[in-house]
């Protein structure tokens, strides 16, 4: 973070969202280490990328304008609220090694793109009443220079003159033993049978791009643990404009202090008096519900450990207005130390019920108690 990041990406500090996108894709195509014969390309990409990743980032950019760092961006950070996680490809590196292969795709290999996966990290709470994420990642998106189409100017797509359209080429090579046919993939068009004439700068042909993409999920209340969410149309763009793959959001639930969750139900400890116990009591609890409060009724001789259920006061069930029950498990609390008074009563209630107890006088006073 000792350099600039503005003059790292090689914009001026007022550049557009739009701006930083082109210069960091138009670096990156230069510095990654697949195209990048330094020693140090990795080390160069990686200061690129983290440049990108504050300055790309409203939260980010404004508190780097302001102070000249970012408290935590290099830990990654969730400045703005939105979740920023690793995608299928395993970052933005792997994106751009995607997008250099991308036109040595074998004729088998799909012009669909790929479906992405992400994992979403979730408080119990945000399971109970169903929370919108923002989710940021690195994909490869449509071009938005020519709109994924992959033509430049006056460019248009035609069969691949080398392979005639079948996407592979067959080479004759003569040996002692005959004429030996070899079927490889076309070189010039990648298998797919067609080449661009005039190709778009900005994507060399493909019609998509490495770039970060933000997208906004919607998780409903009661989801479970490993569940996934699909979002249609946000994975990898297709080539050329073919159909994209979908994003797969895997969510992942989080411990909580304090309840347990066992399937849409949930356990929680109380603690009561050894009065309560014995008598019985109404206590209240803190629910999972945002303010909520639960009554819950200790019975008459409540044992440590036992469980109480209170319905209707665990989690939703999934996509249903209904909820799982509480069951509280309760944990009878002995006194360590008690005051005379508590334990003059203690005592009676010793002898009302024909327990034997410890006798808590000193020597000298049993022994007046005796000539007494």
Do not use: W
Request: glycine residues 12%.
């Amino acid at each position: 973070m000792a350099k600039d990041l503005y003059e790292v990406l090689g914009v001026e500090r007022g550049a557009s969202d739009s701006e930083i996108k082109k210069a960091f894709r138009s670096k990156a195509r230069k510095l990654h280490p697949d195209v990048n014969g330094s020693e140090d390309a990795e080390d160069q990409f990686k200061e690129l990328n983290e440049a990108y990743d504050v300055l790309s980032d409203p939260a980010k950019r404004s508190a780097y304008d302001r102070f000249g760092t970012i408290p935590g961006a290099a830990g990654g950070s969730n400045a703005g609220g939105y979740v920023n996680l690793d995608d299928l490809f395993g970052g933005v590196g792997d994106i751009f090694s995607s997008f250099f292969n991308g036109g040595a795709q074998s004729a088998a290999a799909r012009r669909e793109g790929r479906d992405m996966g992400v994992g979403l990290r979730l408080t119990l709470e945000e399971v109970a009443t169903g929370v919108k994420k923002e989710i940021v990642y690195d994909r490869l998106s449509p071009c938005p220079e020519c709109s994924g189409s992959g033509l430049g100017e006056d460019g248009k797509e035609v069969t691949c003159p080398d392979c005639q359209g079948r996407g592979r080429v067959v080479t004759v090579q003569r040996t002692f033993l005959g004429d030996m046919q070899t079927a490889t993939t076309c070189p010039r068009c990648g298998g797919t049978g067609r080449i661009i004439e005039n190709p778009c700068s900005e994507c060399d042909g493909q019609g998509r791009v490495p770039d970060r993409q933000r997208v906004t999920v919607e998780v409903p209340a009661g989801i479970r643990d490993a569940q996934q969410l699909r979002v249609s149309g946000f994975g990898e763009a297709g080539l050329r404009g073919a159909k994209p793959g979908d994003l797969i959001v895997t969510c992942r639930i989080q411990p909580h202090e304090f309840f347990e969750r066992d399937g849409d139900n949930l356990h929680v400890r109380a603690n009561v008096s050894m009065v309560q116990a014995a008598l019985g009591a109404d206590i209240s609890l803190g629910g999972i519900m945002p303010d909520e409060r639960v009554s819950v009724r200790v019975p008459e001789g409540c044992q440590n450990d036992q469980v109480v259920r209170v319905k209707g006061f665990g989690l939703p069930r999934f996509r249903s207005d209904a909820r799982g029950d509480l069951f509280v498990h309760m944990n009878v609390v002995i006194p360590k130390k008690v005051t005379k008074k508590q334990r003059d009563l203690l005592e009676r209630l010793a002898q009302e019920l024909g327990d034997e107890v410890a006798d808590a006088r000193s020597p000298l006073e049993r022994l007046r108690d005796v000539f007494n």
